[in-house]
């Protein structure tokens, strides 16, 4: 016997689509770049992806590569001296291994190299952040750098295990 078919209604049809589009917008996951010392494979070469195989070496040019929200950068143990300050980008989460092992400082001497901050988190308008920066130390080399963080236009921004 066969039993006649009947096609979805309009509404369940968009429902169906709807849940599809959702569970596609959602298998996009968040993704975790790498940063190591030079000793531990790190280089910011070109064709260096920042994985875990192929980490970058310094923190500022893991930011300028790494702008999209829900990513983190993970910092590796060991002393990360930056010529220039880390533009993290709104939603992109700095995560070292403990202020006593991922220490962030400035390749500055004195006088006219004085840095005003080490990572800079500035918006256009006001933006919710929704990041955080944890488990980091930071070293000013003897007030060389007036700010370890400077946060402008950003809320929801999580300081957690910082030692400066």
């Given at each position: 016997?066969?039993?006649?078919?009947?096609?979805?209604?309009?509404?369940?049809?968009?429902?169906?689509?709807?849940?599809l589009f959702l569970l596609l917008g959602f298998s996009?996951?968040?993704?975790?770049?790498?940063?190591?010392?030079a000793a531990n494979g790190g280089s910011d070469a070109a064709g260096r992806t920042g994985s875990i195989t192929q980490p970058w070496l310094t923190v500022a040019?893991?930011?300028?590569?790494?702008?999209?929200?829900g990513n983190t950068i993970s910092i590796g143990q060991g002393t990360f001296a930056e010529?220039?300050?880390i533009n993290l980008a709104a939603g992109v989460s700095l995560s070292g291994q403990g202020y006593n092992k991922t220490i962030i400082t400035t390749t500055a001497t004195s006088g006219l190299n004085t840095v005003e901050y080490?990572?800079?988190?500035?918006?256009?308008?006001?933006v919710s952040g929704n990041q955080n920066i944890s488990y980091i130390r930071f070293d000013g080399k003897n007030k060389i750098v007036r700010q370890a963080?400077?946060?402008?236009?950003r809320s929801d921004?999580?300081?957690?295990?910082i030692l400066v």
């Open positions: 016997m066969n039993t006649p078919q009947t096609k979805p209604s309009q509404p369940l049809r968009f429902a169906l689509l709807a849940t996009a996951r968040a993704a975790t770049y790498y940063v190591q010392t040019y893991a930011a300028s590569q790494v702008t999209t929200a010529s220039t300050y080490l990572v800079k988190m500035h918006s256009a308008s006001i963080i400077e946060i402008n236009r921004v999580t300081i957690n295990s």
